[in-house]
């Protein structure tokens, strides 16, 4: 089955730092969610993108569907950001569920 | 309805006794997804609803879990005869269509916290 695999599974960053999360997925795909669930456990959406690249404030996303991966960019990170970031993405063919990765766990240090 | 609504929010049972889970999903999104998330673990997909097509059951761990989906919107997740393996926090989603590029944007509920002792 499709393999969606994320990296690092864990980060400690200092308030203010920049970081590049990935999401590498081998298999074809035609729908791509990233999530951020806080230390509550609520699951939050911050982009969807298939394709191309967003940007939200301080997180920017980008996916390149051909080369199988997309990279989650956090910009002057806050103690708020912590938690753990997921990636889930639905593949082309089969049905239209969504796999999720492995995730990220993010610390962010005051 | 605003979001996604789980009930209860937390359940304690006993090993062996059924549980039924509830998810109120926002009001006008045919797709429905039901997840499992263990402690420090990733989310496990169970089953989705689409409309009034059959759902993906694929992932549903062993024939004690079965879910229905009652006039397209609201969903009950029943375990029958739970084991400790059972504990975990069940999450529902919903999205506008499944399968349409755009429409399929998910949103979580709060969870419902299984525990079973």
């Known amino acids: 089955g499709i393999q969606v695999e994320q990296s690092p599974p864990d980060l400690i960053l200092q308030e203010g730092a920049n970081s590049t999360l990935r999401c590498n997925f081998s298999d074809s795909v035609n729908n791509l969610q990233w999530f951020h669930q806080n230390p509550w456990g609520q699951l939050i959406n911050l982009f969807y993108i298939p394709s191309g690249t967003k940007q939200n404030g301080r997180l920017s996303a980008t996916t390149v569907a051909t080369e199988r991966y997309s990279l989650l960019y956090i910009s002057s990170s806050q103690t708020t950001d912590s938690g753990v970031y997921f990636c889930a993405v639905v593949l082309t063919s089969g049905t239209y569920k969504y796999i999720f990765g492995t995730g990220t766990r993010l610390k962010v240090l005051a | 309805g605003a979001g996604v609504s789980q009930s209860p929010s937390n359940k304690v049972t006993e090993k062996g006794k059924d549980v039924e889970l509830r998810c109120d999903p926002i009001?006008?999104?045919?797709?429905l997804y039901w997840y499992r998330q263990s402690l420090g673990q990733g989310l496990e997909f169970l089953i989705y609803f689409q409309g009034n097509s059959a759902p993906d059951k694929s992932g549903l761990p062993s024939d004690r879990f079965s879910a229905e989906r009652t006039g397209g919107s609201v969903s009950t997740l029943t375990i029958q005869r739970t084991q400790q393996e059972d504990s975990a926090v069940y999450l529902c989603?919903?999205?506008?269509?499944?399968?349409?590029?755009?429409?399929?944007?998910?949103?979580f509920g709060a969870g419902s916290r299984l525990t079973v002792l």
């Open positions: 989603a919903s999205s506008l269509v499944a399968g349409t590029a755009g429409a399929n944007v998910l949103t």
């Open positions: 009001s006008g999104h045919t797709a």
